[in-house]
């Protein structure tokens, strides 16, 4: 298992700006993933973030838009740049630990309001 | 485009009856898990299913892959307001590569 932490938990932002979400793992994990949590819509993977490489980006999301960092394997950052009201959301890290199974466990989310 | 639909997207429900959620697709999947998400918090693994007609078991929780592994469902036998929350399923494909998650299911038990 795995235990996630995820900075700030929430955040009102004005449009226009930028919000920079940490995640931290108790323990050294290959994969790290960004998730959104829209309302009524289901968990959308945002990135692969890579450690020690660019982010591996889905499609209909950029690096431009939303930078990540993966400087070691017990943490990551992710940037929403340039806010719109679009992108209020919860804002999920997740990690899959060793064994077979791939078994993810997620952060508890950042919960972002853009105004 | 992989899709995992989930029914209902709201249930609630008397403490004590019985529920069946369900998740479908059209798209074969390497296992299928399901998650809980309280209000807050992330979404924790309940269960894996890997094959085809499998059936887990988890207290009051009930746990089937499809035999086709297209499909799941979950049972929760006399449900009590601790499995308030949201239910996700998520499909997996492509060796662990592609995880495909359920709109959700809302549940409510009241008291």
């Known amino acids: 298992s795995a235990v996630i932490s995820q900075k700030p938990s929430r955040d009102i932002c004005q449009r226009g700006t930028s919000l920079t979400i940490q995640c931290q793992v108790d323990?050294?994990?290959?994969?790290m993933f960004w998730y959104r949590q829209q309302p009524g819509q289901s968990l959308t993977l945002i990135a692969t973030?890579?450690?020690?490489?660019?982010?591996?980006?889905e499609s209909g999301f950029v690096i431009d838009k939303f930078p990540i960092s993966r400087p070691n394997l017990t943490f990551s950052t992710l940037t929403v740049s340039n806010m719109s009201p679009e992108d209020s959301s919860i804002y999920l890290c997740?990690?899959?630990?060793?064994?077979?199974?791939?078994?993810?466990?997620f952060g508890p989310g950042t919960r972002l309001t853009v105004t | 485009t992989q899709l995992l639909e989930q029914s209902p997207q709201f249930l609630s429900i008397q403490e004590g009856e019985n529920l069946t959620v369900y998740c479908n697709s059209s798209?074969?999947?390497?296992?299928l898990q399901w998650y809980r998400q309280e209000p807050g918090e992330g979404p924790v693994l309940l269960v894996t299913?890997?094959?085809?007609?499998e059936v887990k078991k988890l207290k009051r929780l009930t746990f089937q892959f499809g035999d086709a592994r297209k499909d799941s469902s979950l049972h929760i036998t006399a449900a009590q307001p601790g499995d308030t929350g949201l239910y996700l399923c998520?499909?997996?494909?492509?060796?662990?590569?592609?995880?495909?998650f359920g709109i959700g299911t809302k549940l409510q038990v009241i008291p």
């Open positions: 997740s990690v899959v630990t060793g064994g077979g199974s791939y078994e993810q466990y």
């Open positions: 323990s050294q994990v290959t994969m």
């Open positions: 973030a890579n450690q020690g490489s660019e982010a591996t980006y």
């Open positions: 798209s074969v999947f390497s296992s």
């Open positions: 299913v890997v094959t085809g007609g």
């Open positions: 998520a499909g997996v494909t492509g060796g662990y590569q592609k995880v495909t």
